[in-house]
């Protein structure tokens, strides 16, 4: 679930002399930043023990190679320093929820790098779904409500909201996966705008991307069953995509993505253009590496 903001001011400034000054001054931040990531992942790596344990926990790290393996890990030190945990609620966090929290959430970045969530500082943690009031208007124009249970949120362009619960229930391989699931809306919501259309790279035509999405989302929503909520995994739980994927563009979205890592022959079999554009976006290819 996420909450829209713009940054349609961005094209303008960077186009500008001024703006090019300080794009100037933010790549020597940049350049800075990285050397000060590079000093803390041999200062301070995960415990051998502990991520050898997150490998073997997680199905879906388990076909990672050796290399990549090294790659998540880096990654998901620096996420572990450069984001706040904040447990609710009384509950309790232990250094194994941790990594597996950043493990997860570092694995669609594996490739694109750890700048995609700058704007994500805090991961709150609840023991538990929470629910929620939602409405939904059908093709006759009446707005219905009913109930339903989060097991993760983006606030906004800032805190990630995610229950232990759901976090412990995902990394199975049966395509819930809440980590990834919030990292898909940051990822999405990057460029100012949660549309289900991310900060494209240059080979990936928008106008193809939006195509692509929205014919596989019309088709998920004119085939969805048994309404909508979100439905929490387990292993083996699920061999078809969420119907919460037909709530919004940006939902079916983050749902593909969960679908992308944690059970690729299911996304790839039903909706194998999305797929295909997904291996060229994460610049991965789960699918392959089974």
Not at 128 to 154: K, M, N, S, W
Not at 189 to 214: K, M, N
């Amino acid at each position: 679930m996420t909450t829209a903001g713009s940054a349609a001011w961005l094209p303008a400034l960077t186009a500008s002399p001024a703006g090019r000054k300080v794009q100037h001054i933010m790549g020597i931040f940049s350049r800075l930043r990285d050397r000060r990531r590079q000093k803390l992942v041999k200062a301070m790596p995960i415990p051998d023990g502990r991520w050898e344990w997150v490998m073997k926990e997680h199905r879906i790290l388990r076909s990672l190679s050796s290399e990549e393996g090294l790659r998540l890990r880096n990654l998901a030190t620096v996420f572990l320093a450069e984001k706040r945990f904040h447990p609710v609620g009384g509950i309790e966090l232990d250094d194994d929820f941790r990594v597996s929290v950043a493990a997860q959430a570092c694995l669609p970045v594996l490739n694109l790098g750890i700048d995609w969530y700058r704007s994500w500082k805090t991961v709150i943690v609840t023991g538990d779904a929470y629910g929620i009031t939602r409405t939904e208007t059908d093709e006759a124009g009446v707005v219905h409500e009913y109930q339903d249970e989060l097991g993760g949120e983006l606030l906004g362009l800032g805190p990630v909201v995610l229950s232990k619960a759901d976090v412990e229930a995902s990394g199975w391989g049966d395509g819930y996966n809440v980590p990834i699931h919030e990292a898909a809306h940051v990822i999405d919501g990057a460029d100012g705008s949660f549309d289900g259309c991310p900060a494209l790279p240059r080979d990936i035509d928008p106008e193809e991307w939006r195509s692509v999405f929205t014919a596989a989302y019309e088709k998920m929503r004119s085939e969805k069953r048994g309404g909508i909520k979100r439905v929490r995994g387990g292993r083996g739980a699920r061999v078809r995509i969420d119907p919460y994927a037909a709530f919004s563009a940006d939902e079916f979205f983050a749902v593909c993505v969960e679908y992308f890592f944690e059970k690729p022959v299911v996304l790839r079999g039903d909706f194998p253009e999305v797929y295909a554009l997904l291996v060229r976006f994460f610049r991965q290819d789960p699918y392959g590496r089974l």
